[in-house]
């Protein structure tokens, strides 16, 4: 087989059985490559994860239809500890068909613990292998090892210098890769047997990207002065010169070949940041000029230049992962910031629309191809913004005294919360961000997806509340009520982003209080008033963060000990005008970037005007709330008029910063 993925996907042919269940205790079934090959041949697919919202699904969409004799080919996807199926309702194991895989069958010679750790997305890596290195049975420590090397191309016994560590962390931390806490650990046991790293912090630079980062961010001024200086001994040495807060050696390999191909990358992307440097004119025309503060708009005109070089050759593909689209979409948002304090920059500019264009069409390809599988990948970590109650419980079930806390800043998008984030850093330096992202729901509109947020659940198990966010109260309570939490231990407030701060306080500080849900509207509200587009909203929203509010409001909630979240749900984008629908009363929501219709006749009356425009299919959606997307770009208002909204689909309304906020004190 050339995939693992052709053992389970044989199983599914369409028209043999309306109902298939299936056993499935290690998640294959919501892999990505797997849930689109089900849904090619046309299956639908329902986990059996909440009784009540399985039952709700099941009855509405899929046995109304048997009792009319309509055939269906549906998956229910059981997800235990074990292949018994004897926990699902009788009714479908009367009916349903049974399957069952795991993760045994597919890598028999493999430790199944070490296989289970990994990400899903890994699984093909890992086959392949099997399958050109027919290893033989392998145990714990030998299994981690081969994974290291053939999924992750980590061969620990190839470390032997600081720069092969830093070569080898800087793929890692740049990616973005996410290897399990046991591989990371073997891989720390082994490096820790070389004398050559006695001095390393390895347990907090081997899985922590965001101390990895800061780690190189304080030793670049040391190299600086070490290429500056004729005199390497007049250099400071050690911590103590420096003032170093990570622990480990001060002089690193920065100019190596292995390790200098990533520095470029990491200072146009942001992840480092360049600094001053007394002797810059002496360094401005080595290869370390990406690294420093020189003349301020030569800087953004260069970083610019090389950003847009640099995200056009990492443009993902129609079948990418979601990862690499949330991966892109970090580099995007730096360079919606550069593109805005630049706007006078022609060459960039155009440049820049060139690149827009084709992330246009490509996202919006992708949405239309892949979405449909992201509403039920796992929750850990999360990927779309219902999913993070779910995360946020099952961290709750590790660390029974744990409190949490969902930040919702409506309406804010990945390049607004850099600013944000710039902003609270300067008020707070010992705030420290665990950067992620996740996606909206598209539409992406307030009542469909924040409400979706509060409710932990698809926008389908809310249609009587899917136009309004008056219901969310009352769903984020009931969500927490599912899990064991009582009324009590749940808090909500909504209406936040300026004014006093002392209602909140006194209900966090409740001695009962464990889980909040926070939402600021104040960005939201910034954006339906803007007229000066992408540039004005971050002035306003740089200006909004730098007041005491926001740094009151996290002060707040560290005081009480909550676990801060901070996310969104759903971003802006800056558009054009291409008209409005001449559509009467029979839109039942009239946005600027999204309509929204009862029926998909009206909707195709309306998208004869707009043939550029999208009829987005009703995906974790009742099935009367069907969505006209505005084309790229543009907005459902007077011609040529520009605004900055949100509805559609674009990269900047549907991939949201997700951050979890600490001290490093902490």
């Not at 030998?142 to 980590?154: C, D, G, N, P």
């Not at 005294?401 to 944000?420: C, F, H, Y």
Request: net charge negative.
């Amino acid at each position: 087989m050339s995939s693992w993925r052709d053992q389970i996907l044989r199983e599914f042919t369409p028209q043999v059985a309306r109902l298939t269940i299936v056993a499935d205790p290690d998640g294959l079934l919501l892999e990505e490559g797997i849930l689109e090959g089900i849904r090619q041949r046309g299956f639908d697919l329902i986990p059996f994860d909440d009784h009540i919202a399985f039952r709700y699904a099941y009855e509405s969409k899929f046995r109304s239809r048997w009792d009319r004799g309509e055939q269906t080919d549906l998956v229910v996807v059981l997800r235990s500890s074990d292949s018994d199926l004897s926990a699902l309702p009788f009714d479908l194991l009367q009916a349903g068909r049974r399957l069952s895989f795991n993760l045994g069958d597919i890598f028999p010679h493999l430790s199944y613990p070490v296989v289970a750790a990994l990400d899903r997305s890994d699984l093909d890596a890992l086959y392949e292998a099997q399958t050109n290195h027919a290893p033989g049975h392998l145990g714990d420590n030998a299994t981690k090892e081969f994974a290291l090397r053939h999924v992750f191309e980590i061969a620990p016994e190839l470390i032997k210098q600081p720069a092969d560590l830093l070569r080898v962390l800087l793929r890692r931390h740049y990616c973005g890769q996410r290897i399990p806490p046991v591989l990371d650990e073997r891989l720390i046991q082994l490096l820790h047997q070389k004398q050559t790293f006695e001095d390393w912090p390895l347990s907090i630079l081997v899985p922590d990207r965001e101390a990895f980062f800061a780690f190189l961010q304080e030793r670049w001024p040391i190299f600086l002065d070490r290429q500056a200086c004729s005199e390497p001994s007049a250099v400071k040495e050690g911590h103590d010169g420096y003032g170093l807060k990570t622990p480990g050696p001060a002089n690193l390999p920065f100019d190596h070949h292995d390790v200098r191909v990533y520095i470029d990358n990491l200072f146009v992307e942001g992840l480092l940041r360049p600094v001053a440097h007394t002797r810059a004119t002496d360094l401005v025309e080595t290869w370390a000029r990406i690294g420093l503060l020189t003349n301020p708009v030569e800087d953004r005109t260069r970083r610019l230049h090389k950003l847009v070089e640099t995200l056009a050759a990492s443009l993902p593909s129609e079948d990418a992962k979601h990862t690499e689209w949330s991966a892109f979409a970090r580099g995007w948002a730096e360079l919606a910031l550069l593109t805005a304090e630049h706007a006078d920059d022609r060459d960039g500019q155009d440049a820049l629309d060139s690149l827009r264009s084709q992330v246009d069409k490509g996202f919006t390809e992708w949405m239309r191809k892949r979405f449909a599988g992201l509403v039920n990948l796992p929750s850990t970590p999360p990927v779309m913004v219902h999913q993070i109650p779910r995360f946020l419980a099952g961290l709750m079930e590790h660390d029974a005294a744990a409190k949490v806390a969902m930040l919702v800043i409506d309406g804010l998008s990945l390049d607004q919360w850099l600013v944000v984030r710039d902003a609270v850093s300067k008020r707070q330096p010992a705030m420290r961000f665990r950067e992620h992202t996740a996606f909206a729901w598209v539409p992406s509109l307030t009542s469909v997806s924040r409400q979706a947020a509060f409710a932990g659940r698809p926008p389908l198990f809310f249609p009587n509340s899917i136009h309004t966010t008056e219901k969310e109260p009352a769903l984020w309570t009931q969500f927490w009520s599912d899990q064991g939490f009582t009324t009590h231990e749940v808090v909500y407030v909504k209406g936040l982003g300026e004014g006093c701060l002392d209602g909140l306080s006194e209900a966090l500080s409740h001695p009962r209080a464990r889980i909040a849900g926070l939402v600021v509207d104040k960005v939201d509200r910034i954006m339906h008033g803007m007229e000066l587009g992408t540039a004005g909203m971050h002035n306003q929203v740089r200006q909004w963060a730098e007041q005491p509010y926001l740094a009151a409001l996290l002060d707040i909630l560290d005081q009480a000990g909550f676990r801060v979240f901070l996310t969104s749900d759903h971003g802006n984008v800056e558009s054009v005008g291409c008209g409005r629908p001449a559509e009467g009363a029979v839109a039942d929501l009239r946005g600027e970037r999204v309509r929204v219709y009862p029926s998909s006749d009206l909707r195709s009356k309306v998208k004869a005007s707009f043939p550029a425009s999208l009829e987005w299919s009703p995906i974790g959606l009742p099935d009367d709330y069907l969505a006209l997307l505005a084309p790229p770009g543009q907005a459902f208002i007077q011609e040529h008029r520009r605004t900055v909204g949100h509805g559609g689909a674009s990269i900047e309304e549907i991939i949201v910063p997700l951050v979890q906020i600490e001290r490093r004190d902490a």
